[in-house]
């Protein structure tokens, strides 16, 4: 069984604009991204993005729009990604269980990838984008400051610092 390091994207992997990111012109990687993903891939983990890409589902930009942000990702962090998973529904105009908070994006990728949960991470900057990785028993790291966290909760100020915490942590 593998480990693994699940990722939201957007404030995790690229800046988070407030706004759906699905041009390449303004899909800016965070500082030190490339560098984190290399550090814990040397550490045995695989490399996982799970993301809701609800403006495909509003009809705002197309799947080929949010396909070539996610070429570029890959050409931009070296090809060491090994998936990207995306949710394109939007709960306005349909439902899935693909969506986070729900967890369907996570049980493809550990049935793929063969994933060990107790040996794997999320990392994210929103409350329901590490739900579904607790729901199946996946450690989590919080990107941001989070008020009413649980002493048990992990905090990072990025991928970076999580990236630390991950390998002081295995």
Not at 119 to 128: H, I, L, P
Not at 147 to 159: F, S
Request: with cysteine; glycine share 8%; proline share 5%.
């Amino acid at each position: 069984m593998n480990p693994c390091v699940f990722m939201d994207r957007d404030g995790v992997i690229n800046v988070e604009r407030g706004t759906y990111t699905w041009e390449v012109e303004n899909f800016e990687i965070i500082p030190g991204v490339p560098e984190s993903l290399r550090k814990l891939k040397k550490q045995g983990y695989l490399l996982i993005v799970v993301t809701n890409q609800a403006g495909v589902g509003r009809g705002l930009y197309t799947k080929s729009d949010m396909e070539e942000c996610h070429r570029y990702l890959s050409d931009q962090t070296f090809d060491i990604l090994d998936d990207i998973y995306y949710a394109t529904s939007h709960p306005d105009h349909s439902n899935s269980l693909l969506r986070k908070p729900d967890s369907l994006m996570f049980e493809k990728a550990i049935a793929r990838y063969r994933i060990d949960p107790g040996r794997s991470w999320m990392v994210g900057d929103t409350e329901g984008d590490l739900v579904p990785a607790k729901k199946l028993g996946i450690r989590t790291i919080y990107i941001g400051s989070m008020p009413d966290a649980g002493d048990d909760q992990l905090i990072a100020a990025d991928l970076s610092q999580a990236a630390e915490l991950i390998i002081k942590n295995q």
